[in-house]
């Protein structure tokens, strides 16, 4: 399994931007897919998941903010992210689990100026 993320930048506060992620392999569409993040200094964090069959979950502080989708036919987990505060800095990483295996992409950075 590989995931490549993409879609950080630099955005001002109250700004958007939109994180996407793509797998390969054909088990994508039956795993459930996470994206975290790590902020200097701190350990990593959930922000959102999403399983195979669309149920989301969400870190208190991203609720109402930030939205996890996923396209099945595309390979892709998409984040989008909207009303950004500086404290969202980060890297920002998705990831899957097959069986005890965590798989991550690549990171992808996120900064919010304030």
């Known amino acids: 399994v590989q995931l490549q993320a993409f879609g950080g930048g ?3 506060a109250g700004g958007s931007l939109r994180l ?13 897919m996470g994206w975290y993040r790590q902020a200097p200094g701190k350990q990593r964090e959930l922000v959102a ?7 989301t979950n969400y870190a208190d502080s991203v609720k109402g903010r930030f939205t ?3 396209d099945n ?3 892709t987990v998409y984040l989008q992210m909207n009303s950004l505060k500086p404290e969202d800095t980060a890297v920002y990483y998705c990831n899957t689990r097959v069986g005890i295996q965590d798989y991550w992409g690549q ?3 996120v900064t919010v100026s304030s």
């Open 10 to 12: 630099l955005v001002q």
């Open 20 to 32: 996407s992620c793509a797998a390969s392999g054909s088990i994508f569409r039956f795993n459930a």
């Open 49 to 55: 998941a999403i399983t195979s069959g669309g149920t």
């Open 68 to 70: 996890i989708g996923r």
């Open 73 to 75: 036919a595309k390979n």
């Open 107 to 109: 990171g992808t950075q």
